[in-house]
């Protein structure tokens, strides 16, 4: 279903300033998430001497980004969208550094509690997709989630280059690349607070009068089915929210079992760790570099088939990963997984940013991280022993089959038009 053109007005000069702003602290932010991904299951070989608990270090840090997001939206929902980001870098700042100490005294402990503490700062960053859809009305709340996370591409260039650089001061110094890309990390992470600062009003102070900054919005009488002050139970009665959830839990699982495993496999097959940075940043394009489009396409065909289309696109790739130990065909298969990701990260959040208030927004897109971050615990640790046991054709096989899943409650989720659902 095609809706009607979206409003023409132009993005008011505080809300793009702002956007703008938020963009480059989401890009600063993921560099920390984009390591992990690219050196955690390579540090646990080298700690432990053995794979079978590679996929230990993102379980650890799903396990992190679950504890974090549902209370840090209820802190948001409360006092504003800046202090969670403030919080956010404190996290990642903490545990980049235990992190690289990991390597540096050699202990296992230390890099569980850097993954950990890592995790608890990428789970409260979420709050910066709530700050993305506060300032945008429900018309044009997908593109303006497309434009924040468009910077997160940033990160895919800066990554591999902290993991390059890591390498020249590891052969020149004699000291381990590994640590060396965490320290280089906090190096480029320290400007992110001048941004945060340069954030003005606070988003959710947007949300609570849009109709001041956008004066053509025309707000829906009422948001049915959820009412401050919300629980948990609430939004998990709610059908467009169950199933939303559903998605997104499994497309993030998804992801989280073909990343943490793909680079492994890779790394096992001689390929070094530049090449998998390489790898893991194309992954990132393909999460981030089609926001906008995707953005636009929420808007306008609505949330629910663009929510089918980027699960079928990640189920797809993850088929695509066994099917030959091709450098090339694995780095496309781990693109595709990534825009199938972006297509259902930003029709999910712009449907949860639909039916929610300001005063709770923050805790029902928590709760969405939240319960993908359970499903992405178990994943990468049952990609481990599959991988040990059946190889990676299996580990394919089980990623694409969860993704589709979902498709099976999709068509109960009844969209009568942008922004507005039949609540079962």
């Not at 998430?33 to 230990?56: D, E, H």
């Not at 000291?175 to 400007?191: A, N, R």
């Not at 939004?235 to 943490?260: D, E, N, W």
């Not at 079928?312 to 695509?320: C, P, Q, R, V, W």
Request: aromatic letters at 8%; one cysteine or more; hydrophobic letters at 50%.
């Amino acid at each position: 279903m095609i809706y009607p053109p979206r409003q023409t007005m132009p993005v008011p000069r505080l809300i793009r300033k702002n956007t703008i702003y938020i963009a480059i602290v989401l890009a600063l932010q993921g560099l920390g998430g984009q390591l992990a991904v690219t050196l955690g299951a390579l540090m646990v070989v080298q700690l432990l001497g053995k794979a079978t608990l590679a996929g230990v270090g993102g379980s650890i840090l799903s396990a992190g980004r679950i504890l974090m997001p549902y209370p840090m939206g209820k802190l948001t929902d409360i006092y504003g969208r800046k202090p969670g980001m403030v919080i956010s870098l404190a996290c990642s700042l903490i545990g980049g550094f235990l992190l690289g100490a990991s390597i540096t005294i050699s202990s296992f402990p230390v890099f569980l509690a850097g993954m950990i503490i890592l995790g608890l700062g990428i789970g409260s960053a979420r709050q910066l997709n709530v700050a993305a859809v506060d300032m945008y009305p429900s018309t044009r709340r997908g593109e303006g989630l497309g434009y924040v996370l468009t910077g997160s591409i940033a990160s895919a260039f800066i990554s591999p280059l902290i993991v390059v650089i890591g390498e020249t001061v590891g052969r020149v110094t004699g000291k381990d690349p590994l640590g060396i890309s965490w320290y280089l990390m906090l190096l480029v992470l320290l400007p992110t607070v001048f941004f945060i600062l340069l954030i003005k009003p606070d988003p959710r102070s947007i949300a609570l009068s849009l109709r001041k900054y956008w004066p053509s919005y025309d707000p829906p009488p009422s948001i049915n089915g959820t009412t401050p002050p919300a629980a948990i139970s609430t939004f998990l009665r709610h059908r467009p929210k169950q199933i939303t959830y559903a998605c997104y839990a499994a497309a993030q699982g998804t992801m989280s079992l073909m990343m943490v495993m793909t680079s492994l496999v890779m790394a096992e097959g001689g390929h070094p760790i530049r090449s998998i940075s390489i790898a893991v940043s194309i992954h990132v394009l393909g999460m981030f570099a089609f926001s906008i489009p995707f953005g636009k396409l929420a808007d306008s065909i609505g949330r629910k088939p663009l929510l089918g289309v980027g699960l079928l696109i990640e189920a797809f790739g993850a088929f695509l990963v066994p099917v030959t130990q091709s450098y090339t065909i694995i780095t496309l298969a781990l693109f595709f997984i990534g825009i199938g990701w972006s297509a259902v990260n930003i029709a999910g959040t712009s449907l949860l940013a639909d039916t929610t208030l300001p005063e709770e927004r923050g805790r029902a897109i928590g709760l969405n991280e939240t319960l993908s971050g359970i499903l992405s615990i178990g994943m990468p640790l049952l990609g481990g022993f599959v991988v040990d046991v059946s190889g990676l054709t299996m580990m394919g096989i089980i990623g694409g089959s969860v993704a589709m899943i979902p498709l099976i409650f999709l068509p109960h989720l009844k969209e009568v038009k942008r922004g507005h659902y039949i609540y079962e």
